[in-house]
C-alpha cells in the first residue's frame, strides 16, 4: 500500500521554462511535507519543506505547494537550469517522529 | 566537512553470507537511519535509532540488525544474505526534532548485490 505516490517517473523541461513535479498522499495525518534531490552516486539532500499550517512555501527559484484537501504536494522551479537534472524525492512524516515515507521519485532532465 | 560516511561504496555477496555496512556521522546527530532503495521505488525505513542505546524497527527490518553503541556509529548487519536485499542502501541522521526544519542527511549510499 503506497502512501506517497509521484506518478510521473520522468520529466523533460527546456532550459528556463517551468518544472513542475507532483505527489500525492494518502494519509491525512501527515503534517510535515519535504523534496529531496538526489544525483548519481549521492545520497538525497533536502530541498525545501513545508507544514501542514501553510499551502505555499518558496525558497529562491523553489516552491513548494500543499493542497491538504486533494492530499497533493508539488514542486515548481523557475527558471529550470541544467544542473536542475535530477531524482527528485516528496516525502511526508509527522513533526517530531523524525520518519519519513518516501515517494518513488521523479527523474527530471533539463534540456539546454 | 565529512558528515555522513558509509562504507563500503560497492558490494557483491553470495546467498547465505553476512556482512555489515558501516555507517559513521561528525555532526553529534542523536537520530540515526537506514533506508533502502530498490529499483524504481522509494526509500524505506529498514531501522532507526534515536540514541545511543536505542534502535527500532522501521518498514521493512526482516534479515537485518542494527547497534549503537556510539553516538557517531550505527552499523547494519545482514545475516544470512538473500537476492531480495540486493538494494542501494543509505545511511542518515538528524538532530533533535526541531519541527518544521527536521530534516535527514544522507550518506552517499551502498550498492549490495547478492548472487
Known amino acids: 500500500d503506497q502512501q506517497v505516490k509521484q506518478n510521473s517517473p520522468s520529466l523533460s523541461v527546456q532550459e528556463g521554462r517551468i518544472s513542475i513535479l507532483n505527489c500525492d498522499y494518502t494519509?491525512?495525518?501527515?503534517?510535515?511535507f519535504l523534496w529531496y534531490k538526489k544525483y548519481p552516486a549521492e545520497g538525497p539532500t533536502f530541498l525545501i519543506s513545508?507544514?501542514?499550517?501553510?499551502d505555499k512555501n518558496e525558497d529562491g527559484r523553489f516552491t513548494v505547494f500543499l493542497n491538504k484537501s486533494a492530499k497533493h504536494l508539488s514542486l515548481h522551479i523557475v527558471p529550470s537550469q541544467p544542473g536542475d537534472s535530477a531524482v527528485y524525492f516528496c516525502a511526508e512524516g509527522f513533526q517530531g517522529a523524525q520518519k519519513l515515507v518516501f515517494g518513488q521519485g521523479t527523474r527530471l532532465t533539463i534540456n539546454p | 566537512n565529512a558528515g555522513v560516511t558509509q562504507t563500503p561504496k560497492f558490494r557483491i555477496l553470495k546467498i547465505g553470507q553476512s556482512m555489515t555496512l558501516q555507517c559513521a556521522q561528525d555532526m553529534n546527530h542523536n537520530y540515526m537511519y537506514w533506508y533502502r532503495q530498490d529499483p524504481g521505488m522509494g526509500l524505506k525505513l529498514i531501522y532507526y535509532?534515536?540514541?545511543?542505546?536505542?534502535?527500532d524497527k522501521g518498514e521493512v527490518p526482516n534479515g537485518y540488525n542494527v547497534s549503537r553503541s556510539t553516538t557517531e556509529d550505527f552499523p547494519l548487519r545482514l545475516e544470512l544474505a538473500a537476492p531480495s536485499q540486493t538494494s542501494v542502501y543509505f545511511c542518515?541522521?538528524?538532530?533533535?526534532?526541531?519541527?518544521?526544519?527536521?530534516?535527514?542527511?544522507f550518506g552517499s549510499g551502498t550498492q549490495l548485490s547478492v548472487l
Open positions: 513545508i507544514s501542514s499550517i501553510k
Open positions: 535509532s534515536v540514541g545511543a542505546g536505542i534502535t
Open positions: 494519509n491525512s495525518m501527515f503534517d510535515y
Open positions: 542518515a541522521s538528524s538532530p533533535p526534532a526541531t519541527g518544521v526544519n527536521e530534516k535527514l542527511f
